[in-house]
T-cell receptor, first 110, second 112 residues
């Protein structure tokens, strides 16, 4: 069975303090790994898709990387508006289902 | 444009009511999804439609009835719900089931 573990569960940073979020996964035949950002009471917002180990994607202050067992979301010089829950979701080949992790709640203080 | 729209934004219904949630996308996506999300939990998949046919029902109770009238629309019909069904209901779509899913803003459902 596919498994996903995100750590830490919660992370509090000062504005400008860079850090990384971790997503460890066990999936038979990875089709892709997706990162989403979710604000309270809203739908998840798509950020990145990573397809193969070694791949990296960047968007503003965020960079996502992928290995065969983990994905990292690096946040460089975060701002308060980066505060949100970040969800990762690997997807197996031939499977309709995204397996969401429980998420990391990021709070960036000014 | 990667917009998925959902109506209504909020819904309060009694346990004997019948109501419907609506979802629309105009991205030409052929896969559409319903998710349920409880507070501080990740989204849980309920149903998947692929090319307007129901592909997956994740053992959802029959008081939830999905419908896909055409490739742009997805409905979720609700009947005789329980208070524990109160949650944020999310619709999503993707090009096909192999690609990233784009989520709508959700409908906040409260069952009284």
């Amino acid at each position: 069975e596919d498994q996903v573990t995100q750590s830490p569960e919660a992370l509090r940073l000062q504005e400008g303090e860079s850090s990384s979020l971790n997503c460890s996964y066990t999936v038979s035949g990875l089709r892709g790994l997706f990162w989403y950002r979710q604000d309270p009471g809203k739908g998840p917002e798509f950020l990145f898709t990573l397809y193969s180990a070694g791949e990296e994607k960047e968007k503003e202050r965020l960079k996502a990387t992928l290995t065969k067992k983990e994905s990292f979301l690096h946040i460089t010089a975060p701002k308060p508006e980066d505060s949100a829950t970040y969800l990762c979701a690997p997807k197996a080949l031939g499977n309709y289902k995204l397996t969401f992790g429980k998420g990391t709640l990021l709070t960036v203080n000014p | 444009d990667t917009e998925v729209t959902q109506t209504p934004k909020h819904l309060v219904m009694g346990m004997t009511n019948k109501k419907s949630l609506k979802c629309e996308q105009h991205m030409g996506h052929r896969a559409m999804y319903w998710y349920k999300q409880k507070a501080k939990k990740p989204p849980e998949l309920m149903f998947v439609y692929s090319y307007e046919k129901l592909s997956i029902n994740e053992s959802v109770p029959s008081r939830f009835s999905p419908e896909c009238p055409n490739s742009s629309l997805l409905n979720l019909h609700l009947h005789a719900l329980q208070p524990e069904d109160s949650a944020l209901y999310l619709c999503a779509s993707s090009q096909t089931n192999a690609y990233e899913q784009y989520f709508g803003p959700g409908t906040r459902l409260t069952v009284t």
